[in-house]
């Protein structure tokens, strides 16, 4: 399966790719009984699967799988510990090919130590890396001839921690609180902009920017995570292994065309580059950059009202004139504020299994939309929106600029508009991109006017 986005990029389903990586997922898990364990765990208690969250897996140079990875797609680097594969066109975990007969798996948590302590596993595990080091893993479990660890990673992508100073941690303190208590609300937006652009030059300075990428986002899911239910729901389901979010895929963030160009340049001065551009027609009414920071692991779907004449343009860098009506994206922005300021991002989508994970969220009191993707190897639906209040101002000014009706005004009053979600996602066969139809639909039913 293909589908072919803007500018020639083209993601395509990798089944052979998928097969080998299943095959040592599966030799993996045949000489290590706990780690089967644990992906049951995983699955009754986060609804997440073990694919979702391995980070790598290191096996025998002679393994017969290690001699297929060329064969599916994976390139090889050269890696302190022997031969690192990658799929770049497809969604694996990294595999290492090395001399010793030890199977390795590593799954990729937020904090190595909150998942040694919800295993309750002492002091006598060893941590390599420093605390706040850009590399931290342990092995949780060995057995069998099989290892299982846990790493966490901040901007960081190779498999041994790096040195590190106590200056350096110093710096990443300051940082992540800097973003963290990152003031949003302003009397104009672009101050917001340019106050948010001075915390990430000052961070990229001093901690370098794939780093400063990792403490911004993490401060972003914090935001966000404080205005939606169903976040906090999920999260405290996967914090009982204490894996945190490891299990990201994308953060959306929706924007105004005023300050799309802004909320790109942000992004681009956290190192994250321009990946495909989406438009789903005529009768939509928006389209979509997808921008990727490969060291940090941050994928970004940023969202904004365009016209069918935009389209051809690179419009994530050039200037989009205003409108006399706004789409749904625009309504949201003018209902909630900019996702980079004052709302926090639209959602987090992150990958799950599919039919566990709605099931098990709506048994806690989190129910879930009709899914807008439905494919073998892709699906995806939202939970039910957060409904937000919204502040009077806000409402006399769309009134004022002819935006919405004073009847919609007052219904908003009452009751609110629909602001975030958590994103439920599947990908299989290593499909790295997304369903433009399907988007398109969601976009539309997350209208507040239609709600």
């Known amino acids: 399966m293909a589908t072919q986005l803007q ?60 001699k297929r990875l060329a064969e599916v797609g994976f390139v090889a680097d050269a890696d302190e510990e022997g031969r690192a594969w990658r799929h770049p066109g ?68 190779g498999f041994e921690p790096p040195e590190f100073t106590t200056r350096e941690a110093e710096a990443v303190l300051a940082h992540g609180e800097s973003f963290r208590l990152r003031r949003r609300d ?25 780093r400063a990428c990792d403490l911004f986002f993490a401060a972003e899911r914090e935001y966000w995570m404080r205005r939606n239910h169903a976040a906090r729901v999920q999260k405290a389901r996967q914090d009982q292994l ?6 990201h895929d994308h953060h959306t963030y929706r924007a105004s065309r005023e300050h799309f160009g802004r909320l ?31 060291r940090a692991g941050i994928v970004v779907f940023a969202d904004v009202d365009l016209a069918p004449e935009e389209v051809m343009g690179d419009f994530a860098h050039e200037p989009l004139p205003p409108r006399k009506e706004l789409g749904t994206v625009g309504l949201w922005c003018k209902l909630h504020g900019e996702a ?12 799950f299994d599919f039919e566990a994970a709605r099931h098990q969220l709506s048994q806690s009191g989190v129910p879930s939309m009709k899914p807008f993707t439905d494919f073998d190897f892709l699906r995806q639906a939202f939970t039910q929106g957060e ?13 004022a600029e002819g935006y919405i009706s004073q009847e919609q005004a007052e219904k908003f009053r009452r009751e609110g508009a629909l602001g975030s979600h958590l994103e439920i996602l599947q ?18 039913r997350t209208d507040p006017r239609k709600a």
């Open 186 to 210: 302003f009397d104009c937006d672009e101050d917001g902009f340019e106050h948010a652009m001075q915390l990430i030059r000052a961070a990229s300075a001093e901690v370098g920017v794939d």
């Open 340 to 351: 980079f300021l004052q709302a926090g991002m639209h959602h987090l989508e992150c990958q």
């Open 427 to 444: 990908r299989d066969d290593g499909y790295k991109g997304f369903n433009q139809t399907g988007v398109s639909e969601i976009i539309q």
């Open 264 to 294: 790109i340049a942000a992004l681009e001065a956290l190192g994250m580059e321009c990946r495909e551009r989406f438009y789903a027609g005529r009768e939509a009414g928006w389209g979509a950059q997808v921008l990727e920071q490969p």
């Open 7 to 66: 500018d020639g990029i083209e993601w395509q389903t990798q089944p052979e790719a998928a097969a080998v990586v299943g095959e040592i997922r599966e030799a993996f898990l045949a000489r290590c009984p706990r780690a089967v364990e644990f992906q049951m765990q995983l699955l009754q208690l986060t609804g997440t699967r073990l694919a979702d969250w391995v980070d790598h897996v290191a096996l025998p140079e002679d393994a017969p799988q290690a």
């Open 90 to 157: 497809g969604m694996f975990p990294a595999i290492l090919s090395h001399r010793e007969p030890a199977w390795r798996m590593a799954i990729h948590v937020e904090s190595v130590v909150d998942f040694l302590s919800a295993y309750r596993l002492d002091d006598r595990v060893e941590i390599h890396g420093l605390p706040l080091a850009p590399l931290r893993k342990a092995r949780a479990f060995s057995e069998g001839g099989g290892e299982f660890w846990v790493v966490e990673r901040h901007g960081y992508a």
């Open 387 to 399: 409904q937000w209040p919204v502040d009077p101002r806000r409402l006399e000014r769309a009134v």
């Open 242 to 247: 204490g894996l945190g979010w490891g299990n």
